[in-house]
């Protein structure tokens, strides 16, 4: 069963970087996966894509954090999210997904 975790701080400082990691765990989940994303929710708003790497190590970001936003992926089994000069705004819950795989997401609070 293939299983997703989100692992990181649960408290940044604004101005301050995040790094986020997305551990895969389980089944036979491999790159050649069409797309691996991160998906955030901030608190009382809808989910949020953020970027994905695909199948063939290119990456894609929403355009509205692609300056402040890292995508990359080292094996089949970790995916990492780097964000820097966060913002109060970037308090959510951050998820990481594959296909029809979704981790159970990590809070993230940007707070001084």
């Known amino acids: 069963q293939v299983q997703l975790q989100e692992s990181g701080p649960g408290l940044v400082k604004p101005s301050q970087t995040l790094s986020l990691t997305c551990t895969v765990s389980?089944?036979?989940?491999?790159?050649?996966?069409?797309?691996w994303s991160w998906v955030r929710q901030p608190p009382g708003k809808g989910l949020e894509w953020m970027g994905s790497?695909?199948?063939?190590?290119?990456t894609a970001y929403s355009p509205s954090l692609k300056s402040r936003t890292s995508i990359s992926r080292d094996t089949a089994k970790n995916m990492y999210l780097q964000m820097n000069s966060l913002k109060p705004e970037d308090t959510a819950v951050y998820y990481c997904?594959?296909?029809?795989?979704w981790g159970q997401g990590i809070q993230v609070t940007v707070s001084s």
């Open positions: 790497i695909l199948y063939n190590g290119g």
């Open positions: 389980g089944g036979s989940i491999t790159t050649s996966y069409y797309a």
């Open positions: 997904n594959i296909d029809i795989y």
